[in-house]
């Protein structure tokens, strides 16, 4: 006769993923792979573009003045310490 626990299903699957796909690990589930997909390739552009924006932003945010001679001499003295 058999066992009741020979019957019994493996309900959880262990596997390791590579690094990238690792941080999309809680999306991974069911349905939403194309999802996750569809964010693992538009993620890079999005971080491309903030990054890009990021000196422009700063000139804004920022106050910048032209460097007097006396700023340039004093950097010089820096330079040469």
Known sequence: MSDANDNKMVKQLNT??????ALYDGKIA???TPL???DMETAPEQEC???RSLPSR?????????????????ARK????
């Open 78 to 81: 820096a330079a040469e310490a």
């Open 49 to 51: 573009g903030e990054v």
């Open 16 to 21: 390791t993923l590579p690094e990238a796909s």
């Open 36 to 38: 996750v997909q569809s």
């Open 30 to 32: 069911g349905n939403g």
């Open 58 to 74: 700063s000139v804004h945010e920022n106050q910048y003045a032209d460097w007097s001679a006396s700023d340039l001499d004093e």
